[in-house]
């Protein structure tokens, strides 16, 4: 019994003494965070120059892509689409967004949870604001949103 176990020690204290990495423990990821802040950054400039296909293009352009919303599920790529769509109308009242408080952790080796808060804002004032979380999937064509749950703060 203690050579089996003085056998599997050294296999032991190599990984009790193996540094964590982000991925290892749940935590935020710099590299994905970066790398996923300018993914939104554009986004957000598609939007702010009322670019539609552009922001569009983020999202998995699936039948089974969700998207929460004042607690409802709604499911595709074309509902997104349809939801987002009269914003961008010629003549709509469309306010300017930004990004904040981005976090992305990995979750294996093709997708990542971040999580953010948008802001719409005209005239130096925020007109809607809340939190976000998206679920990525590395796909060969960049990172696409599989899943968008969107609040809003109450007013």
């Known amino acids: 019994m203690i050579r089996m176990l003085l056998r599997w020690l050294p296999a032991v204290l190599v990984l009790a003494c193996r540094p964590s990495t982000p991925a290892s423990t749940g935590g935020t990821d710099p590299a994905l965070t970066s790398e996923l802040t300018r993914q939104l950054d554009r986004s957000a400039d598609d939007w702010n120059r009322g670019k539609l296909d552009g922001f569009m293009s983020d999202y998995a352009h699936d039948s089974t892509t969700t998207f929460v919303e004042a607690g409802h599920v709604r499911q595709g790529w074309d509902f997104i689409r349809s939801r987002y769509a009269p914003r961008f109308a010629a003549g709509a009242s469309r306010d300017s967004l ?7 952790r990995p979750l294996g080796d093709r997708h990542a949870l971040l999580t953010a808060r948008f802001i719409l804002f005209r005239g130096g004032h925020t007109t809607a604001s809340g939190p976000f979380t998206l679920v990525f999937e590395r796909r060969t064509d960049g990172w696409k949103i599989l ?3 969107t609040s809003s703060d109450p007013r």
Do not use: G, I, M, Y
Request: negative net charge.
């Open 98 to 104: 930004r990004f904040e408080e981005v976090a992305a």
């Open 147 to 149: 899943h968008d749950h």
